[in-house]
DNA sequence: GTCAAATATACGCTAATGCGCATATAAAAA
DNA sequence: TTTTTATATGCGCATTAGCGTATATTTGAC
């Protein structure tokens, strides 16, 4: 499994789509890390002003990582997310 | 090129690996991205605060993205880096 | 060691997160 | 449809990023 995100909202849905299929709710996903529900809705819905602390106990949660590489080139898809 | 993050310490690192590579200044991609250098500094130094808008800027401006996966055994040297 | 360049900090400010708490809205179940 | 569950919003509050500007500190070249 592996997903590339090149916006907030992007990680949003990547968070929630994991989040759903571990069947669990936001309300439980933020009692494991310490964090509001609407704390977790504000990141899936993919505010970008969210704080990479917030992230990172997100995909803790999730047990889910981040890894940082050199960009390929975009798909279409990607062009037309970005705004 | 790619590197596991699973702290706001570590992504800073990345960055600064990066844009050095590249032989750029905090000033000069501040200006890119239009990002102060005070902001690329705090960033660097792992800043848990830091917003996700603001990684992705300078990700962009170093032509980098961000993947996010299923964890991986965590080596050593991640286990140590985590607190 | 000296000096210039790069990075880390500081101050006052505005804006926005994340908090607790509560509720409206949407989605799923009965 | 009615009821329950889940998600999105709202308010007031404390905290903090990021802004401009400026400066201390560190690093690197000479």
């Known amino acids: 499994m592996i997903q590339i995100a090149r916006t907030p909202k992007q990680i949003g ?3 929630r ?3 759903q299929a571990q069947k669990q709710t936001q309300t439980q996903m933020g009692k494991q ?19 990479l602390s917030t992230l990172f106990d997100v995909l803790t949660a999730l047990d889910l990582e981040l890894v940082i590489r050199s960009r390929t080139k975009s798909s279409p898809r990607d062009i037309e997310e970005n705004f």
Chains 1, 2 share one sequence.
Do not use: D, N
């Open 13 to 15: 849905e990547i968070v």
């Open 17 to 19: 789509r994991r989040r």
């Open 33 to 51: 890390v310490r964090l509001r529900q609407a704390t977790i809705s504000k990141l899936e819905t993919g505010e970008p002003g969210t704080r």
